[in-house]
């Protein structure tokens, strides 16, 4: 059964720093793009950055600078370091492996509370 399990959401402070991992029960995961989504409440979910499997990342506008993806085959799992994180980063996380269009698997996500 293909599982996506995404960990390391909590609680911190503006200006803090957070790793989230998506590690994935997913038969050749290493050829899979994989991106990380949220969803604030009351907002549309927005990809945040992906990363293909040739570990060629890619950030939205908000993040560049401050976040960075990575991916580790042999453990299946992929990485978002969050650093300097605001407010307004406060949401839902989620991994999404996309292999096609028809081929693409979502995790159940995890929150992401930016506040002092």
């Known amino acids: 059964q293909v599982q996506l399990v995404e960990s390391g959401g909590g609680l911190v402070q503006p200006g803090g720093s957070l790793r989230l991992a998506c590690a994935a029960s997913?038969?050749?995961?290493?050829?899979?793009?994989v991106h990380w989504y949220r969803q604030a409440p009351g907002k549309q979910r927005e990809l945040v950055a992906a990363?293909?499997?040739?570990?060629?990342?890619n950030y939205a506008e908000s993040v560049k600078g401050r976040f960075i993806v990575s991916r580790d085959n042999a453990k299946n799992t992929v990485y978002l370091q969050m650093n300097n994180l605001k407010p307004e980063d406060t949401a839902v996380y989620y991994c999404n492996a996309r292999l096609t269009v028809s081929i693409n698997y979502w995790g159940q996500g995890t929150q992401v509370t930016v506040s002092s």
């Open positions: 997913i038969r050749g995961f290493n050829i899979y793009t």
């Open positions: 990363i293909t499997p040739l570990d060629s990342a």
